[in-house]
């Protein structure tokens, strides 16, 4: 590891600069670079963008250089950001996260933002395979009266989705409990919505993601079996059970299992079953409605 080594002050400026030629070498952008190498930054000296703009000049004292260069090192190795720094922002808020958890993916957003469409103040909503407890706390928080539960199989992921429920001063509108899918919900409880962000990747291309996602990410939240429909063969027929009649369910998808999914859904009895694209352009949330029918399956 190459340090830009003086015996006069390091300067902020030159500092970020150094930060960025280190990370170079594992970007495949250049701005990507220079973008974690700012954020870096500012994390170990409590400073934002306006610093880098209007105080480029500033000394850094030996304990933040000392730090920041740790912190390259750990980035260098593919370590992610949001681990590094122990957050990431989503849907406007900030959210803990740790090896435990997924980080909170851009893509996402597009479910939260298609759900708020549809849902009403004080609705009972459902998020399965919660993890960090973005998705269910976004909801409630841009929400009047709603209320919520979050499951997850792992007990690790739910302490960091009740810290995240405190962070955001929503703990007394939802609950967190740990099971397998609905083994964690109680036999006749009734949700007006159900959504979930499951494992979907096929266990065969997992060893082919990037070193940030393959050896960081939980592998639990990753793995959605031989072909990545294992968690959406169990979660579709079940669902009906715990959605009010005309209550929605909501699944986040991979870009190509848009209609394998439809299909189940459709199997299953839901009826409007669609898709929805994200920004990308990419099919990313298969969504329908409870029918009336299915209460008699």
Not at 26 to 34: D, F, G, K, T, V
Not at 157 to 162: G, I, R, S
Request: glycine share 8%.
């Amino acid at each position: 590891m190459f340090w830009n080594e003086s015996a006069r002050d390091t300067v902020y400026r030159e500092l970020c600069q150094e930060g960025a030629r280190i990370l170079s070498g594992i970007m495949e952008e250049e701005r990507e670079a220079q973008l974690d190498a700012r954020l870096l930054l500012e994390y170990v000296c409590g400073t934002n963008l306006q610093t880098l703009l209007l105080d480029a000049e500033r000394v850094v004292s030996r304990e933040e250089v000392e730090r920041y260069r740790e912190l390259l090192v750990r980035r260098s190795r593919r370590e992610p950001l949001a681990y590094i720094v122990g957050s990431s922002d989503f849907m406007g808020l900030t959210f803990e996260v740790d090896n435990r958890v997924l980080i909170p993916e851009q893509d996402t957003e597009n479910l939260i933002e298609e759900i708020m469409k549809e849902t009403c103040d004080g609705d009972r909503i459902l998020d399965l395979c919660t993890g960090s407890g973005c998705i269910l706390l976004s909801l409630l928080h841009y929400s009047n009266g709603s209320t919520g539960v979050g499951t997850d199989l792992s007990f690790d992921a739910l302490e960091v989705a009740k810290k995240n429920a405190v962070r955001l001063g929503l703990e007394d509108r939802c609950e967190w409990r740990q099971g397998d899918l609905f083994e964690a919900v109680r036999e006749g409880e009734k949700f007006d919505l159900i959504v979930s962000n499951p494992p979907y990747i096929r266990s065969e291309v997992i060893g082919g993601l990037a070193p940030e996602v393959k050896t960081h990410e939980p592998m639990m939240a990753l793995d959605g079996g031989e072909d990545g429909l294992s968690f959406y063969r169990r979660i579709i027929p079940q669902a009906y059970r715990y959605l009010v009649t005309g209550g929605m369910l909501y699944l986040e998808i991979g870009y190509d299992q848009a209609q394998e999914v439809t299909a189940l859904m459709e199997e299953a009895g839901y009826y409007e079953v669609r898709t929805i694209r994200d920004y990308g352009g990419n099919d990313r949330i298969v969504c329908g409605i409870k029918s009336i029918h299915q209460s008699e399956r």
